[in-house]
């Protein structure tokens, strides 16, 4: 059974930079399409990137040219690397696989002065 492990998130100053990392276990991790999602107090989930098997990427439209998702199959780990961040990224951050409907714990990122 796959788990997913995020780690990275905290408190960080608007205009700061965090990256998240997502460690999957299991031996079928390059095959996997991997999002990365948030959820914010009193909102629905959303989509913050996607990047599929192949590499290509998908990104949520208030993070587009601010946050790049990356994978590294031989670690087993997907990464969202953020940028400029605003206080409107303030959320709980999921790691997601696609081809397994199965989510992570979570992360939190707080953007705050």
């Known amino acids: 059974q796959v788990q997913l492990v995020e780690s990275g998130g905290g408190l960080v100053q608007p205009g700061g930079s965090l990256r998240l990392s997502c460690a999957a276990s299991?031996?079928?991790?390059?095959?996997?399409?991997m999002g990365w999602y948030r959820q914010a107090p009193g909102k629905q989930r959303e989509l913050v990137a996607f990047i599929t098997s192949a590499g290509r990427t998908t990104y949520g439209g208030s993070v587009r040219g601010r946050f790049a998702i990356s994978r590294d199959n031989a670690k087993n780990t997907v990464y969202l690397q953020m940028n400029n961040l605003k206080p409107d990224d303030t959320a709980l951050y999921y790691c997601?696989?696609?081809?397994?409907?199965?989510w992570g714990q979570g992360t939190q990122v707080t953007v705050s002065s």
């Open positions: 997601y696989c696609a081809d397994l409907a199965r």
């Open positions: 299991g031996t079928m991790f390059s095959r996997y399409d």
